[in-house]
């Protein structure tokens, strides 16, 4: 028998959906990733945009997946509790000739055949009406009262605590080698190991072309990364727009949008430059000059001296230009090409994909299985007497260790000892903001590498930032005499 029934590679949002939904079901589920934690690629490192589907082609995946996935998100941020805003969004144009109007009434015409309701065209003086901070020079917008903002880390890191209450294991740090099939489905070699399993699904973003060919090498996919950079400003910039305000799309994307975030902050970004690295994070200063000055054409108030700071994601684009969803050999099923609006989809995709999986092995729904999930406690959001209570039950949550962010020690701790639980500063960071703030760590690292040693149970000096190799201690062993 395999160690598993399904396998995923991948713990980005998309891939913790696909465990969450899969776990409604009586299946054996593991979810592998390369890295420490989940959402630590590109679901880390995006707009936080729920996009309505005005824009995805009619008649694709995309379309499909973009609006139902969207639909989803509605629901489970209630259930099970992370941050999520309908605040809606415009797609803005600086003149009303016939091609800028001709092109919002495509993405019209488009979202209406998608499903998108109550999508209209307003002139440039109605859209300041919405959003006074617009430049003059806009001339007209569609307006997209369905749009939304959502924490990209907390939502991923919902899938999985909702996957792992219901069973399904996490493995981290597990880079797969090879993949091969047997009798009984297929063996994934790892660094860590070798591990069998009935099905896989394959999740790993810009490496699910390598995955999907080693099973498919007659039916061959690419992934181009698509490295897009970001500004992100402080809270006191975050009034700026209330709207997500995105240009008219291009072969490119959707081009520069200015939006807040479900935290309050506003980003700015991103552009899109291909590249042949799949590791290449890194932020430029030609990009940073282009996302600022797009942005300025939107909305020339953006306060960029609020800047606290830039960052890069890589977006994995298939060159069918489409989601690849579905069975692609017998018993490998294929999530690859996620690129926008993959985080608006990725609900629906992991639906789609455990519905195939169910049926395929005839699994039946749980009788046990748990719905909900209790998100994170922000003492400050209390009220006075729920806060006195909570600190007498645990002083931790009486002190501040995040200044920035008034991160308290009750929630780091709780961050790590969630399960899957945060097991780098990074880890903490995404699920709890410690770290997020305009220091950007500089308070707060000592303590925090405290806290995580004591919980964890290990030296200091291990503590890392991601992943092993990131430590940012070293021990007196490690020193040279001179250093010592």
Do not use: W
Request: net charge negative.
């Amino acid at each position: 028998m395999p160690d598993y029934d399904v396998v995923i590679i991948g713990a980005g949002v998309t891939g913790c959906a696909v465990a969450m939904e899969l776990a409604r079901y009586d299946l054996r589920i593991c979810v592998v990733d390369k890295d420490e934690d989940v959402c630590s690629g590109t679901s880390k490192a995006n707009s936080g945009i729920v996009h309505a589907g005005h824009d995805a082609l009619p008649g694709t995946l995309k379309a499909k997946l973009n609006v139902r996935g969207s639909e989803m998100i509605r629901e489970l941020s209630e259930r099970l509790d992370f941050p999520f805003r309908e605040n809606g969004s415009m797609v803005v144009a600086s003149d009303d000739d016939g091609t800028s109007r001709q092109g919002l009434e495509e993405l019209l015409e488009r979202g209406r055949k998608n499903g998108v309701k109550d999508l209209r065209i307003i002139t440039g003086d109605e859209a300041r009406t919405y959003e006074p901070n617009l430049s003059e020079d806009i001339k007209l917008a569609l307006l997209v009262p369905h749009g939304g903002i959502v924490c990209p880390f907390l939502m991923t890191a919902a899938f999985a605590e909702n996957a792992a209450s219901n069973g399904a294991e996490f493995r981290f740090l597990t880079v797969v080698t090879d993949i091969s099939r047997t009798d009984s489905g297929y063996l994934l070699s790892t660094a860590a190991g070798s591990i069998s399993a009935a099905a896989v699904v394959n999740c790993a973003g810009i490496y699910a072309d390598k995955f999907h060919n080693m099973i498919c090498p007659d039916q061959p996919i690419h992934i181009t990364p698509r490295r897009g950079e970001y500004v992100l400003l402080d809270h006191d910039a975050g009034d700026i727009t209330d709207h997500t305000i995105f240009r008219l799309p291009t072969s490119k994307g959707k081009g520069v949008l200015v939006t807040p975030t479900a935290h309050g902050n506003m980003l700015v970004g991103p552009n899109a430059e291909d590249l042949e690295d799949k590791e290449d994070t890194s932020t430029t200063l030609e990009g940073m000059n282009y996302i600022k000055s797009k942005a300025l054409d939107s909305v020339p108030g953006i306060p960029y001296a609020k800047t606290i700071t830039s960052f890069s994601g890589l977006r994995a684009t298939e060159d069918g230009k489409d989601f690849i969803v579905g069975e692609s050999a017998d018993g490998f099923f294929d999530a690859a090409g996620i690129d926008s609006p993959g985080l608006s989809s990725a609900p629906a995709i992991g639906e789609m994909l455990a519905d195939m999986i169910a049926a395929k092995f005839g699994a039946a729904l749980k009788e046990d299985y748990i719905s909900t999930r209790k998100g994170f406690v922000k003492p400050l959001d209390l009220g006075s007497e729920e806060l006195a209570a909570l600190i007498q039950k645990d002083p931790a949550y009486g002190r501040i260790v995040c200044r920035c962010e008034n991160v308290t020690e009750g929630e780091i701790r709780d961050a790590i000892r969630r399960n899957p639980g945060a097991r780098s500063l990074d880890g903490i960071k995404r699920r709890v903001r410690q770290g997020m703030g305009r220091c950007q760590a500089g308070f707060c690292t000592p303590r925090t590498i405290s806290i995580l040693s004591e919980e964890l149970g290990i030296p200091e000096e291990e503590i890392c930032k991601n992943v092993p190799g990131s430590e940012l201690l070293l021990s007196k062993e490690a020193l040279s005499d001179d250093q010592a």
